[in-house]
């Protein structure tokens, strides 16, 4: 079993940050269904597992008639369009709720569904700069940097849009009703920051780059070594300072280690011992130590690495696991399956009408939605 098994998305979206959360639910058991129209960009295949994928111009009266169809038999609704596109197509909420007042839909954008910036385009680094983590990132004195998309699409947007839909469909079991989640980017980056905030411009979060956990503490942050390499060190805790202390092997006291005072000093002599040898050499002797340092491995190194490869074998670049374990829940991988199944969806939910064109080769590979624009 897995603990969404039954429980049928619809998914009209194409970017990041709608993919991976429906991926995830399909990961939980959950049948996505992937609603395209025509031409436009492709799905992204490393989130596209566990869905199948249908063609369908929601401009038409077959079209819109199949889509009210299967609304009529779904539990979730997931769209990223900017606020009102939906409602213009005549497919916005109201509408839908009409149709089943059982529906979770959810919508989710960048900058959420009211405010000045609503309808502005943005991506990851836009939300991420809204909401002041950006700003935290990166270097003293320098340039902001980023954590690839991450932040923002996938954890301020795909994880909450998840929290938010099996909220939603934990209290339709009480209820017996659907509701509207407005899930926004932003707010999500928002509600991440909220240790971070209290501590900005406090010695704990002086400035970007400067900081307890910001890269300015000798005790957390990397390293270069001989190789070229990198290590990690992430030694806050008294405990664990000592333990690096010796495992560097110095003799002296160590020193208070939350003494900004001695943070310089500390950092250039670090510096220095970490430059003596190799990363895996370093990796090694620190091995069962319990001083918080780790290998800095690139994605390659990262799906080798035998933490990984043991809780997870069919870990590739191409793969990740289903996470986290349940212990009475399957966590076999779905399969992946990009083909266009159209009729083959539509008839199972008895919505099939010769009105409805299939691609001209029925095994082509879905072309993702072109309508609306963003």
């Known amino acids: 079993m897995r603990p969404l ?3 049928r998305v619809l998914d009209l979206t194409r970017l990041a940050p709608g993919p991976y959360c429906t991926m995830l639910l399909a990961d939980l058991g959950a049948e996505i269904v992937v609603v395209g129209g ?11 597992r566990g869905k199948r994928f249908i063609t369908l111009d929601l401009k038409s009266q077959a079209g819109r008639a199949a889509f009210l169809g299967l609304v009529r038999q779904f539990d979730v609704l997931i769209e990223g369009y900017r606020p009102g596109v939906m409602t213009r197509l005549g497919l916005g909420w109201e509408t839908l709720e009409a149709v089943n007042s059982r529906l979770v839909y959810c919508a989710l954008t960048g900058y959420g569904q009211s405010g000045p910036l609503a309808q502005e385009a943005g991506h990851d680094i836009n939300y991420a700069a809204l909401s002041g983590a950006l700003a935290t990132f990166g270097p003293a004195n320098d340039t902001p940097s980023f954590p690839l998309n991450l932040l ?3 954890a301020g947007g795909s994880l909450f849009a998840t929290i938010g839909i099996l909220s939603a469909l934990h209290m339709r079991g009480a209820t017996g009703r659907g509701q509207y989640i407005d899930a926004a980017m932003v707010d999500g980056c928002i509600s991440m920051m909220a240790m971070h905030y209290p501590d900005w411009g406090r010695p704990v979060l002086q400035a970007r780059g400067d900081g307890l956990v910001a890269g300015s503490a000798p005790y957390y942050r990397c390293y270069r070594c001989a190789d070229g390499g990198f290590i990690a060190v992430g030694a806050l805790e008294r405990r664990f300072f000592e333990n690096l202390w010796a495992g560097l092997g110095y003799t002296d006291v160590p020193p208070n280690h939350l003494d900004r005072a001695t943070w310089p000093g500390m950092t250039e002599r670090f510096a220095a011992t970490f430059a003596t040898r190799s990363r895996d050499a370093w990796a090694a002797a620190f091995t069962g130590r319990d001083a918080c340092v780790s290998p800095v491995l690139d994605p390659d190194e990262a799906q080798a690495h035998p933490q990984n490869q043991q809780r997870h074998p069919g870990f590739t670049r191409h793969q990740v ?3 986290p374990g349940l212990s009475a829940a399957s966590s076999s991988i779905p399969a992946t399956d990009l083909a266009d199944r159209t009729r083959e969806v539509l008839d199972v939910f008895g919505l099939w009408s010769e009105d409805i064109q299939p691609p001209a080769d029925a095994a082509s590979h879905i072309t993702g939605l072109a309508w609306p624009p963003l």
């Open 321 to 323: 696991p289903v996470v």
């Open 38 to 48: 025509g031409a436009g960009s492709l799905p992204i295949p490393a989130l596209a």
């Open 5 to 7: 098994d039954g429980v």
């Open 152 to 154: 923002a699409d996938f």
